[in-house]
């Protein structure tokens, strides 16, 4: 059925469940595991220059990829599936395209998303995560009713 199977997470209620699900589906299916979090280090100079040019944008792109791989951590130790194989990735970027790129580069069968994204006006503008991931991922989308 489904040989690799990637899922983001971002700290969320909805992604933690996202997670629980695609682990699920790929301890049934004996499938690899891929976990995402994307980090945006570009962001957070577009919204205090200041503090990044006093930071420096290498030092903060190094502590947020840490956050990322910190969240990837204990969000995968909470598992609790023995026999799955996962691998965790802290990917720079945009969550969506975080994601498509990863199930390309990966060669991922399926990629499970929560259902909630964006709200409000930021969704107007950028589409929500699991709608985005959903039009333009070019593979089989789960899209995890969490709400």
Excluded: W
């Amino acid at each position: 059925m489904f040989r690799s199977i990637l899922v983001g997470v971002d700290g969320s209620p909805t992604a933690k469940e996202a997670l629980r699900r695609a682990a699920k589906l790929a301890d049934a299916t004996g499938a690899e595991l891929h976990v995402v979090c994307a980090y945006q280090s570009s962001m957070l100079v577009a919204v205090d220059p200041m503090a990044a040019a006093g930071a420096g944008v290498a030092d903060i792109g190094d502590s947020l990829k840490q956050t990322a791989a910190d969240l990837l951590e204990s969000e995968t130790k909470a598992l609790g599936v023995d026999g799955v194989k996962v691998q965790t990735h802290a990917v720079e970027g945009e969550a969506s395209d975080a994601l498509i790129d990863s199930a390309d580069a990966l060669k991922c069968d399926l990629i499970v998303v929560g259902n909630r994204g964006m709200r409000g006006g930021k969704r107007l503008l950028l589409g929500s995560v699991p709608n985005r991931v959903a039009h333009h991922a070019g593979r089989d989308v789960l899209i995890v009713h969490t709400a």
